[in-house]
């Protein structure tokens, strides 16, 4: 009857060493972070169709996507992906570095449905903007609200915030 | 002079409701009465509103009493809880993680803890993990308690009887957890490596006692509603998360335990002492509006079951670690790090990214309820407008985890 969890278990570091092989063209620095999530990088252009095929994959199969995270690294800026897998009940994070003179990145809304708030909370505090996102507004801060309050560089101001 | 008798300038969230409608209009999907455009209204429910339970805002449009769209909107309540991580310690930053989800404050406080015990490489003591477990399952309890009252409170046939029973309960959770670290609902009790006090004197026999008494008491709430036929036309067959709706958008806790997947964190990705813990993960099949309500009725249960086992496996010993008497400056080392803890309302995960400071460099909570209230517009397109009132409700939504 119901969504079985775990019913093809494997070891953390076979699945790190078949997700490096599999994708070896897209993802890099694949890493084993104990007890239960494996790392990767994964290349900018290529996380539509890597997210889908992780997504298909038959034996892992991230189906769930748990949050999207913005993070600003200085240099640049990451868009972090944490998704699950029910079939070995282990977790994938996936690093994408976004430039910060260009920062978009597709989305992956419409290969995990729950990406949609996530990314707008990440444009919303860290200004990544999600190319093809259906409705791409801020969800936290108001619709007036000027910059994005998580870049380390962010200065607060009055005329930042014009309706508060 | 500002006009206060002016209209107000609808806000984006509005506009794209009218939108959406002005879409269905030109796709042929308009009004059935001839000289109006459409027959759809667009409502306002809340962000002051008293079903809503908190600052949540729902654009609602309306055909006659049919909810054909919503849009969330959220963000009343946001306190910038992740960028105030950036200025204050590891240390300093625990009693702001209470005040995010203020309902289950202990639960919402050990994420945290944990985390950052799992990235700095500590280890609490076992005496401090068990009383962890208990605090825990006691905010749970309260919690639960808090949920399905306010929810039996918005369908109207037993007015707020279940609220007075489930309140005047909870006080003696509440009672019991403000012996423990002097506060009601902002605690401030856990520390890295262990807690802030141990137990106070005869506080075991206290707990043990209620835990003699709260099975009585449930099935005592349950008695009050189970058989009203009223409250069982408003929930069964309502609001039905299907497994793929659980897949799709993350659903986690009791709603996705309520649609047959036995997900708990506490079992699927144990934590702390609970695979030394003997309880079951309480699962419904259907999924609706019923299934979600019996779920936590039989949590409860099952918390106080953990919370006897618990008591009685309490080892002696410290609650802090010795070596870190004053934890007040840790500082990890670089690298990051996610934890999942079972709230009462699912997978509250913290992700933190450390530079090797004693500041958190990049801080993200991971809200269940943030995860399950973006299910809203599905879950409640095509309902009645009453029904969507009692859905929202058995989902349990609070806006201090949603909005941060």
Redesign the interface.
Known sequence: ???E??TNPMDMDVIAARLAAEFAADLTDVRV?EP??VVARCARAALKDVARRLKAHAEIGY?????V?G??KVGHLES?Y?V?S?KT?T?L?LHVEVPKAKAEVDTVCDV???A??HERESWD?VGIRYLGHP?L???????DFVGH??RKDYVDSAENHPHA | MLDQFATPEPDEAVKLALRRIEESTARGEGSDVEGLAFNEVVVNMGPQHPSTHGVLRLVVTLDGELVKDVIPVIGYLHRCKEKLAEKRTYFQYIPIVDRTEYVAGMNCEWGYVMTVEKLAGIRPTRRAEFIRVIMAELNRIASHQVAVGTFTADLAPLGTAMVFYMFRDREYILDLLEEVSGARMMFNYFRFGGLRYDLPDGWVEKCRGLMKRLPKLIDEYESLVQDNAIFLQRCVGKGVISQQDVIDYGITGPCARASGVAHDLRRTRPYSVYPELDFEVCTESHGDVFDRYQVRMQEMRESVKIIEQALDMLPKGPVQLGSLRAPYVITPPPGECYTGQENPRGEYGTYIVSDGSRYPYRLKFRDPCFCNLQLFPKLLSGNKIADAVAISGSVDLVLGGIDR
């Open positions: 009857m119901g969504l969890i775990g972070q239960d999530t189906e769930t996507l748990n949050f995270a993070v600003d972090v944490h699950y029910w009940n977790y994070e995990w449905p729950a949609d708030w505090m409705d507004r801020r969800i936290l801060l108001k619709d309050p998580l």
